[in-house]
């Protein structure tokens, strides 16, 4: 993605990133520290990327509870948006009567202290979205404590650093209850261990457009 900043300045291949606190989150929270446990407590498991803890199967969203319509529309509220950020960028205005269509699949994570997900991309979809239930108490002494970090994508991008610019760095974010966080599904990321108190809750969901044609081999600059 090509980003104006000045008119003689610019940043090329962007990578969009949403990251939003959903409103209403305690009391969607609530409804879903209820929905999850339940369904951990019926050994209804998967394994993929997490070492230690519990994975839900990917079936969350046919789940009948009525915070699970609200967690997908709010998926769906942070899917639309970014898909809006080319014609935001191209400074046009956005067509807000166009709807992305797309599937989705999610699951619930479950993870107590030394818990962590392995590296790891989500081939075969276009957008990973991780929202988070509950984070626990992390101990102050790691500053990566129980952090989702995102590699930059760009393998080339470290091998000569310039002050000021964060090329090759990874991006660590500190997750807090609420926040939805959306990424490129092929950005690779893991989760630091986590070492505290209490239990972390995160729903990932895996979206996949359902119409990409027309979609460029290249993008052109002209001035």
Not at 57 to 77: C, G, Y
Not at 81 to 99: F, H
Not at 118 to 147: D, F, I, Q
């Amino acid at each position: 993605m090509f980003v104006p900043i000045t008119p003689e300045m610019s940043v090329a291949f962007g990578t969009p990133l949403s990251i939003r606190t959903v409103p209403g989150a305690a009391a969607l929270n609530a409804g879903l520290e209820r929905a999850i446990p339940a369904r951990y407590e019926r050994g209804e498991a998967n394994r993929i990327s997490n070492v230690g803890g519990w994975q839900s199967l990917p079936d969350l969203l046919d789940w009948p509870e009525a915070e699970i319509k609200i967690l997908a529309s709010e998926v769906d509220r942070s899917v639309q948006a970014i898909s809006q950020m080319p014609s935001l960028v191209e400074q046009r205005r956005p067509n807000a009567q166009t709807q992305v269509a797309y599937r989705a699949d999610a699951w619930a994570n479950v993870n107590q202290s030394g818990h962590y997900n392995m590296l790891h991309v989500h081939p075969g979809n276009h957008w990973s979205v991780v929202y988070y239930v509950s984070v626990g108490k992390p101990s102050p002494e790691t500053a990566t404590n129980g952090r989702i970090e995102l590699r930059d994508p760009r393998p080339a991008a470290g091998f000569a650093r310039m002050p000021g610019f964060n090329e090759g760095q990874p991006m660590l974010i500190q997750p807090q209850a609420g926040m939805m966080l959306l990424f490129p599904a092929w950005i690779e990321h893991w989760v630091h261990p986590f070492h505290g108190e209490g239990t972390r809750i995160s729903i990932a969901t895996n979206v996949t457009n359902e119409n990409v044609n027309g979609s460029s081999n290249y993008f052109s600059v002209t001035r």
